[in-house]
């Protein structure tokens, strides 16, 4: 996804110029430029605009963390189809380069009439109340993933500590007999010819050749061996002591089919809540980003006020850099020298007041602002 340079420099003789002005010093090698159109705010007073200058750069880094929480728990959800992320960033049912190159003011959500400080607000709710809802869904989901991951982890750990039930038939216990039982054992594979030599003699009345080897991994097998009941704790003593480990299980074929519809309806409901916490990624991520590029629309209009003065006159461009960004800005900085030759080259000795929240390295004698589109890369946010 592209990079863009949001900017605005003062009206020449009218906008227009202005604008003509960018596109015959650019085109056709160094950018795609666009108009970007900014209603009528009121400007309200001079400490106002200096107030929200440091404001407004605070809000914009938390509403982009914001959105690249949630393009992040997008991607983690989609796991192996992250290549299909990009395709369901859309930003009102169009992807975000194209809302962004024919953006239009919203005038229903960010009443242009109110004063500047109102609709900072505004957007400074909304996205909270993203945020709020966000934690809340996650630590839900994130709940229930975690239960089904110990359940299956109980199904495909070591034979140490696993669920048996998945394991085990029928035939390999006695069941319903008064003296007769059935034990599991867990035995290294390295002891299993020992075991196999020695079970019948680790206690009194054990079954002969009632032990048969259930199931094997790379560490461990599973055998079972029948005895009488009273030789129960005889057995376990002399087995533990030759590090042959008796599980805990007692076969109930109630048990074993309600563990499977436990896994069974944890994994439904997780997918249903997968499907659902999607779906309200998606729309909100939309409804965050338009937050956002408002928000960066209030900046520049701020921030064009308070360099250019009043009365408002300023056009708004967006840019998007072509092959050579430095040239570009070569080119930006030699057409607008006259407003600021000091800055000319993007030097920063004097930076006027109200003006630090800028960023040093985002100062040039026309207002600017980098907007990075690509949400996927943490390391490529957007300077402000």
């Known amino acids: 996804m592209p990079e863009f340079w949001l900017i605005s420099a003062p009206g020449d003789k009218t906008i227009q110029q202005t604008w003509e002005k960018l596109n015959l010093a650019t085109k056709p090698n160094l950018s795609i430029n666009y108009k970007f159109h900014i209603p009528d705010l009121k400007v309200g007073t001079l400490d106002t605009l200096v107030g929200l200058t440091d404001d407004l750069h605070k809000l914009d880094s938390y509403v982009e963390g914001i959105l690249r929480k949630l393009v992040s728990y997008m991607e983690e959800i989609l796991e192996e189809q992250k290549d299909k992320l990009k395709e369901n960033l859309l930003v009102n049912n169009v992807d975000v380069s194209t809302y962004l190159t024919k953006f239009t003011w919203d005038m229903a959500k960010y009443p242009s009439r109110q004063p500047l400080l109102n609709i900072s607000e505004i957007i400074q709710k909304q996205v909270q109340q993203i945020e709020t809802d966000l934690k809340q869904k996650a630590s839900s989901f994130n709940s229930l993933k975690n239960s089904l991951q110990n359940l299956e982890r109980k199904q495909t750990g070591s034979l140490l500590l696993r669920s048996l039930g998945d394991l085990v038939k029928k035939e390999h216990f006695i069941l319903n007999s008064e003296y007769l039982t059935t034990l599991l054992v867990v035995i290294p594979s ?47 003593t002399k087995a533990r002591e030759k590090k042959f480990i008796v599980r805990d299980f007692k076969y109930s074929e109630e048990e074993l089919a309600a563990g499977k519809s436990q896994h069974a309806k944890l994994k439904m409901d997780k997918n249903k809540q997968l499907s659902l916490l999607f779906r309200w990624l998606k729309l909100n991520f939309s409804e965050c980003f338009v937050a956002w590029i408002h928000l960066k629309a209030l900046r520049v209009f701020v921030e064009s006020v308070l360099r250019y003065g009043l009365p408002v006159n300023f056009c708004c461009m967006l840019l998007q850099p072509l092959k050579s960004p430095k040239k570009l800005r070569e ?21 006027p007041g109200g003006l630090s929240g800028f960023g040093v390295e985002d100062y040039y004698p026309y207002v600017y602002f980098k907007i990075n589109v690509d949400m996927t890369d943490d390391s490529s946010k957007s300077k402000v």
Request: glycine fraction near 2%; charged fraction near 30%; charge should be negative.
């Open 190 to 236: 390295a002891s299993s010819k020992e075991w196999e030599r020695t079970y019948e003699s680790l206690a009194e009345y054990v079954a002969p050749r009632s032990s048969v080897k259930i199931y094997e991994d790379n560490e461990h097998c599973l055998y079972n061996v029948s005895l009488f009941t009273k030789s129960v704790e005889e057995f376990k």
């Open 331 to 351: 080119v930006l900085n030699k057409i607008y020298s006259h407003l600021d030759s000091s800055l000319a080259s993007g030097s920063i000795e004097d930076i």
